[in-house]
């Protein structure tokens, strides 16, 4: 798509558009420039996973596109990168008809099946050896793109495979698929080509997080997530799920006036390069064209081996006839192609009883039911019991004790249970019934309108004591090594720890009486506990388990006050302004810091040494002005500290980079300046500037 040349060259015009943007000297004539180094960064950062600017960077041009196509609205084209955008509700998915019927494929699960398959290819082709296109199959919901003249036109669901649901609004929010493409220089007048829409796993453990904190009901796997946003009426709410796409067959296409069919399409493995070529993002890099199914075997192999690696999930491996030609010639039976194989990895399913529930009450006293299964090997692990998080669910999926279930481990998520299966009930099976008092204290449970969990209200639920605890320590919190959840567990049952202050007055002598101790292990919690002490305020809002505040959330209220204790006299409006803070997670903050308790123990913390005033803004002169911007410093700088530089640099907002790569945006030299200079000097986005123009920058001179 871009060689390197054309990539210099986006460089060069990126450098040149930034600078034009920062004096405010951009207008309408620069729109085609800046629409096509959007395009560009777009293909960096989604389809080749390399992005050469900084987000900041890349937003700030996105607004300027967005400002020139305001002012000047006849300038908008339809596959401008502002257009992906959507406005409004989509009223409903009207049904479309494929250009040619999405079959689906045969399966095959060993060696032998494969062989089979090969010796069948053979004797249709009468071909003594068969050259295969081996790549993933990727585990998504199914998709068909038409583009006709260079436009992406329809975006549609697989459906039953002759029609579908026309979906366009919410394809094209994933940035992996192009709004254009130019099929042209192909010859191609229409073309319709399949794929895969996924999110990868990452996005989806964020999404089911999100889910969660909000008491809703997680999802069982990233494909019904991806193939459940393709059908969300909000694209806005699509476009946040971070959908990507595969494209991997081309099933359709017509020639403009004149041309012959490309050279490209006469393989398999041909379209798949013109696809990549023209910005998609296809199985490029994974597949591999082999001549015999010995290869193909050994490859599959390696493939599976790998499979927990990969950010995406994949279920198998397509194995496909190369040559077009040969495809036609072997035809179809009425399901699937006979020159194509799905091999099928291991299955991460399997079915088991559920024997039992029990019921666990978390930091926030929700009630979270637990199947207890018959143990059972899925996916190489052996699962015995699941979350069934929360009444709805279990009625939901008609859940009863003593059913046969279906489960499913999806790569490294959490099992689920994907279904019940009824059909195999015996009579014996007995519902489950959700519990009207607490299972640790007692008291009465309690469920607001809008939510699907039940509560325990009892703050002092020793349940909800020891989790808040647990949190309060965790990694991503206080990070408080050597005091994992059964040492919090231990020491609350012994009564050497009742409270969060409590963590920072244990008596360790009496700790050090206790089996399992050692000197060493105690003075290692000991360093831990007072290293925590100094942790800055976003993580103790964090560590504070304030419902719905997650870590972005805290770290958007730590940057919002002086002290902790500012959040007394801040009005619900106040919080509401601040970024991405509702109305819901604005009445939960609000309701913690009215709780004269909550602000006895805050009180009690800061006596104890931990940090309750913001930091960073201490030292911050003018704000974040620098915020996504990254820079390093190299060589002997002439009045500043190398470590006091990038502390003045972070307080400002900007990030440290270890390297010079293309990520970096400032290479700050001082005497002496060694490789990282020379280095710096060959990517033209660098920015090589002295000492003194950093301090201008941050606004010291
Ligand atoms: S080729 C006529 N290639 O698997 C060719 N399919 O069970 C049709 N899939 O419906 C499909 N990765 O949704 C093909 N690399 C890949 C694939 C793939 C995933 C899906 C596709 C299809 C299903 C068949």
């Not at 299972?439 to 607001?448: A, D, G, Q």
């Amino acid at each position: 798509m871009y060689n390197s040349e054309s990539t210099r060259e986006q460089q060069r015009l990126t450098t040149e558009l930034l600078k034009k943007q920062s004096t405010g000297s951009l207008t309408k004539k620069d729109i085609d420039s800046l629409r096509s180094a959007l395009r560009f960064h777009e293909h960096r950062y989604y389809i080749l996973n390399d992005p050469l600017i900084a987000d900041y960077e890349y937003d700030q041009l996105y607004k300027a596109v967005e400002k020139i196509e305001q002012e000047n609205p006849s300038l908008i084209s339809s596959d401008s990168p502002t257009q992906r955008v959507a406005k409004g509700l989509t009223k409903d998915f009207p049904t479309v008809q494929h250009l040619v019927p999405m079959l689906s494929l045969d399966n095959s699960y060993n060696a032998d099946d494969l062989n089979d398959f090969d010796r069948k290819a053979k004797e249709l082709t009468g071909l003594s050896t068969i050259e295969y296109c081996v790549e993933p199959k990727f585990d998504g919901g199914s998709i068909s793109l038409v583009y006709e003249n260079d436009l992406l036109t329809r975006g549609a669901t697989r459906g039953n495979g002759v029609e579908g649901d026309e979906v366009t609004t919410n394809i094209k929010q994933i940035r992996s698929v192009p709004l254009s493409a130019k099929f042209s220089s192909y010859g191609l007048q229409q073309v319709e080509i399949r794929g895969e829409v996924l999110i990868n796993k990452n996005n989806f453990a964020l999404y089911n997080e999100k889910l969660a904190e909000q008491g809703l009901t997680p999802l069982a796997n990233p494909r019904n997530a991806a193939a459940g946003t393709l059908r969300i009426k909000d694209p806005n709410e699509a476009a946040k799920r971070n959908l990507e796409a595969f494209v991997y067959h081309v099933s359709y296409f017509s020639l403009a006036k004149g041309k012959k069919i490309p050279a490209e399409l006469t393989t398999h493995s041909g379209s798949l390069a013109m696809l990549w070529e023209l910005g998609f993002r296809s199985p490029q890099k994974e597949k591999k064209v082999f001549r015999g199914i010995g290869a193909v075997i050994k490859y599959c192999n390696e493939f599976e081996a790998k499979r927990d690696d990969l950010p995406y999930e994949i279920d198998g491996m397509v194995i496909k006839v190369n040559e077009i030609e040969l495809q036609d010639k072997m035809g179809m039976t009425s399901h699937h192609p006979r020159w194509a194989i799905a091999y099928k990895f291991k299955a991460r399913q399997a079915t088991t009883q559920l024997l039992d529930v029990e019921y666990q009450v978390g930091r926030t006293g929700a009630v979270t039911p637990v199947a207890k299964l018959k143990p059972v090997a899925v996916g190489g692990v052996t699962v015995s019991s699941i979350s069934i998080h929360n009444e709805e669910y279990i009625k939901e999926k008609d859940l009863r004790i003593g059913d046969a279930v279906l489960i499913e481990r999806a790569g490294d998520v959490i099992p689920q249970i994907v279904k019940s299966l009824p059909d195999t009930r015996t009579g014996k099976e007995k519902k489950i019934v959700f519990p009207a008092t607490c299972p640790v204290c007692n008291s009465k449970l309690f469920k607001e309108e809008e939510e699907a969990v039940w509560r325990c209200i009892n703050i002092e639920c020793p349940a909800q004591v020891v989790e808040r605890i647990i949190h309060f320590v965790s990694k991503d919190a206080m990070d408080i090594r050597g005091f994992g959840d059964a040492n919090v567990r231990k020491f609350y049952e012994l009564g050497l720890l009742k409270d969060i202050p409590g963590v920072y007055q244990l008596d360790y002598a009496k700790i050090a009486k206790q089996e399992g101790f050692k000197e060493r292990s105690i003075e290692n919690l000991k360093s831990a506990i007072e290293k925590s002490i100094q942790q800055p305020l976003h993580r103790l809002i964090y560590a504070l388990g304030i419902r719905f505040v997650g870590e972005t959330t805290a770290k958007t209220l730590a940057q919002a006050v002086n002290h902790l204790f500012d959040f007394k006299k801040i009005s619900l409006e106040d919080l509401q302004n601040l970024e991405d803070i509702g109305p819901k997670v604005a009445g939960s903050i609000h309701h913690f810091f009215s709780n004269k308790n909550n602000i006895e123990m805050l009180e009690q913390l800061e006596r104890l040494g931990l940090q309750l005033k913001n930091q960073k803004k201490e030292h911050t002169a003018a704000g974040s002005n620098l915020q996504g911007q990254t820079f390093l410093f190299t060589g002997t700088l002439p009045t500043l500290k190398r470590s006091d530089a990038e502390a003045m640099a972070e307080a400002n907002g900007g990030q440290i980079l270890s390297g010079v790569s293309t990520k970096l945006n400032y290479l700050v030299v001082g005497e002496d300046a060694g490789s990282k200079l020379e280095k710096a000097k060959k990517i033209n986005t660098v920015r090589i500037i002295s000492e003194a123009e950093f301090l201008q920058i941050i606004g010291k001179k």
